[in-house]
């Protein structure tokens, strides 16, 4: 079950699952974050330094002392708050509803060859279309509000859930099924003791980049066309060239995808606490 | 070469056979042409008989052992088991050569899901299933993981969950095949020992023509495909064996009669 490839580690390109539990020794554990942190400190410091000399020009690139100071305005002003909830909710409410609806119809495909074979056109389909062109659709559907950006984050987010969530469910050795039918289990014991737990890594997997996703989804919603929320606030600060803020407002959207995606990943390692232990038993 | 034997596959009709198979065959349906795996196998098993199906790769052993559990049904003829037709119940109990351990549960809730997917509630089970524990060797490993264990000690756990149910039959499909020879051996003569202790009818699967000489009162010899049996050695001595018997003339004498079957000069 080592097929979790959705969500790899740039860095040593193993699946991000067993970051913790890949034990190479502290000395490389500590080497990490201390070298990331330096880098970070180098990279920073040569941009301020460029910018000062006027080697490259702040409109284009905004010195980072700027962009902190645009992003303790921007935490100071009360009215930011507002459009951070806009978008939270836009995300949340898509990423949740996206992966329920993903994890559903997944789990019909997986469990009915018949709605595998009747729907695998349209899943082919649907796995071709770059999902952002939808954004005008919805926002002519839903309107201008939070309704359009909500379902655009759904119908982006719900897809890698519901391919990860068949794959699993269809994915599960043949032999332990024969060992829970030699067992007299009914169909709905073989389900809930057996497929739905063997596909849980990769339902995560699939979770971890659906929700990646309803943020993207949200963001690009706003772009489209909105009345509040980050991605309209981005937009607007570009267009006024308030280079810094849209920088500062940048780096909160970072910071929310991290946030989100860290928690996801706890929630991950609690529930399938048994992947990163099998790939360390097995020295993956 | 010793003198010929009677064929002892199909016993006089006393009705005393636990498991009853006449002109069995298994035809799978596949893609391309029809796969014929088994051709007219009839056997009769005794309770409390030990015997081996043994027989090269691919020759439809596992097949057989699959319709005597009743996961699935022969293309032509009969078969019961204890006068029935085959299905899954508690009576018989199926092991892999995998220990197919599921990495959610700790050892215990490993063995205890027999009873967990009957329901069964008329018993102490978590006692009963201790008590297993203990028996194959693994006491105070119940509420580990299977990462923890050897593949020897998880091959022990799914002995443990196949003998829950305490089933008068056990198949066993190359349980301890994937294991290392010395393991394979310890784990052998155990489990001869509790299945002969409780008096129970075991079909041991298996190509290792000394662990069915070992192990084993009959053995029945396959040929490959379509799967037939070609002879049935029988090995007089009483169970449980210890390994001194395989240092034994009457042992070397059946391993070579086995040979012989399986190379194909056989003396019918
Ligand atoms: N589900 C299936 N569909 C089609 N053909 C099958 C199926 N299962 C087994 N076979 C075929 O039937 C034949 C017998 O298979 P079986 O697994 O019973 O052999 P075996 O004696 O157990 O072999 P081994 O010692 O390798 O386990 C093989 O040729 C195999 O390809
Ligand atoms: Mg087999």
Aim: some cysteine; proline content about 6%.
């Amino acid at each position: 079950m080592s097929e979790r490839t959705a969500t790899k580690d740039p860095v040593t390109d193993k699946p991000v699952v067993q970051a913790g539990g890949l034990d190479s020794g502290w000395k490389e554990r500590s080497i990490g974050p201390i070298g990331a942190i330096i880098l970070a400190v180098i990279f920073v410091v040569t941009v301020e330094l460029l910018v000062l000399n006027e080697i490259l020009n702040d409109i284009i690139v905004p010195r980072p002392t700027d962009v902190f100071s645009a992003l303790i305005t921007t935490l100071s002003e009360g009215f930011f708050y507002r459009h951070l909830w806009v978008t939270t909710l836009e995300v949340l409410i898509g990423f949740v509803v996206g992966t329920a609806l993903g994890f559903a119809l997944g789990a019909l495909l997986g469990i009915s060859r018949r709605a595998r074979a009747i729907s695998y056109p349209y899943v082919v389909a649907f796995q071709g279309l770059p999902k952002v062109v939808l954004a005008p659709v919805f926002i002519t559907i839903f309107g201008f509000g939070i309704e359009s950006k909500i379902v655009m984050a759904i119908a982006i987010s719900f897809f890698p859930v519901l391919i990860n969530t068949m794959a699993g469910l269809t994915g599960v050795d043949p032999q332990a099924r024969r060992l829970m039918r030699s067992l007299n289990a009914s169909e709905w014991h073989i389900f809930t003791k057996l497929s739905l737990p063997s596909s849980l890594p990769l339902i995560f997997a699939g979770i971890k980049t659906g929700l990646t996703l309803a943020l993207v989804g949200a963001i690009v919603g706003e772009f489209v066309g909105a009345e509040s929320g980050l991605g309209y606030l981005l937009d607007v600060y570009s267009y006024q060239l308030e280079i810094p803020r849209v920088w500062a407002i940048t780096t909160i959207l970072a910071a929310m995808g991290v946030i989100l995606f860290l928690f996801i990943e706890w929630v991950d390692r609690k529930v399938v606490f048994w992947q990163s232990r099998r790939e360390l038993s097995t020295g993956m | 070469m010793t003198e010929p034997r009677p064929r002892t596959d199909v016993l006089p009709a006393t009705g005393a056979s636990i498991i009853e198979t006449r002109g069995l065959s298994k035809v799978y349906q596949s893609a391309s042409a029809p796969i014929e795996a088994l051709a007219d196998i009839s056997i009769d098993v005794r309770p409390g008989e030990i015997v081996a199906f043994l027989g090269p790769s691919g020759c439809g052993k596992s097949t057989l052992l699959e319709i005597l559990a009743g996961l699935i049904s022969p293309t032509s003829g009969e078969v019961t088991i204890d006068g029935q037709p085959p299905r899954p119940r508690a009576e018989v109990g199926l092991m892999f050569q995998q220990a197919l351990l599921f990495p959610w549960r700790t050892v215990l809730a490993n063995v205890l899901l027999p009873a967990e997917l009957r329901e069964k509630t008329d018993r102490d089970w978590k006692a009963r299933a201790h008590e297993l524990i203990a028996m194959v060797g693994l006491e105070g490993w119940a509420e580990k993981y299977h990462w923890e264990l050897s593949g020897g000690m998880q091959q022990r756990v799914a002995l443990a969950r196949v003998l829950l149910l305490d089933p008068e039959i056990l198949l066993l499909d190359e349980p301890f095949g994937a294991l290392d020879e010395m393991t394979r051996e310890t784990l052998d003569l155990e489990m001869m020992r509790i299945a002969s202790d409780a008096g129970k009818t075991v079909v041991l699967v298996t190509h290792n023509v000394y662990e069915a000489a070992l192990m084993c009162d009959r053995i029945f010899v396959f040929t490959p495909r379509p799967g037939r049996i070609v002879g049935v050695v029988e090995i007089d001595e009483p169970q449980p064996r210890g390994l001194a018997f395989s240092t034994t003339t009457e042992f070397g004498e059946r391993v070579a009669q086995v040979r012989g079957l399986l190379s194909g000069d056989s003396d019918e």
